[in-house]
Nanobody, 119 residues
Framework: QVQLVESGGGLVQPGGSLRLSCAAS????????MGWYRQAPGKQRELVAV???????NYADSVKGRFTISRDNAKNTVYLQMNSLKPEDTAVYYC?????????????WGQGTQVTVSS
């Protein structure tokens, strides 16, 4: 099992920045991929950004050029740096860890952190 603890959400004005953190209970090298998802009211949860154990990253089109996912292996922590925030970025952001189990995967989720972009 993997426990994930998120932090860093809050209220920010449009154009502002926030950094989310996700601390994992085990080494990131034992986790296939770490990602950030978000869910806005009335909408489905969507992928924001993901980083694999070998460092490959992928982003949703809506955040490319504004958000950056990174990892600190020594701290077992993944970050999401969010710049140029827009009101449509408002959502609960969830950290995800995907672990290989046999021929499949197990997904683990954090508790979520609220990000609100508003003037």
């Amino acid at each position: 099992q993997v426990q994930l603890v998120e932090s860093g959400g809050g209220l920010v004005q449009p154009g502002g920045s926030l950094r989310l953190s996700c601390a994992a209970s085990k080494s990131l090298f034992s986790i296939y991929a770490m990602g950030w998802y978000r869910q806005a009211p009335g909408k489905q949860r969507e992928l924001v950004a993901v980083v694999t154990s070998w460092g490959t990253t992928n982003y949703a089109d809506s955040v490319k050029g504004r958000f950056t996912i990174s990892r600190d292996n020594a701290k077992n922590t993944v970050y999401l740096q969010m710049n140029s925030l827009k009101p449509e970025d408002t959502a609960v952001y969830y950290c995800n860890a995907r672990v290989v189990v046999g021929k499949g995967f197990d997904d683990y989720w954090g508790q979520g952190t609220q990000v609100t972009v508003s003037s």
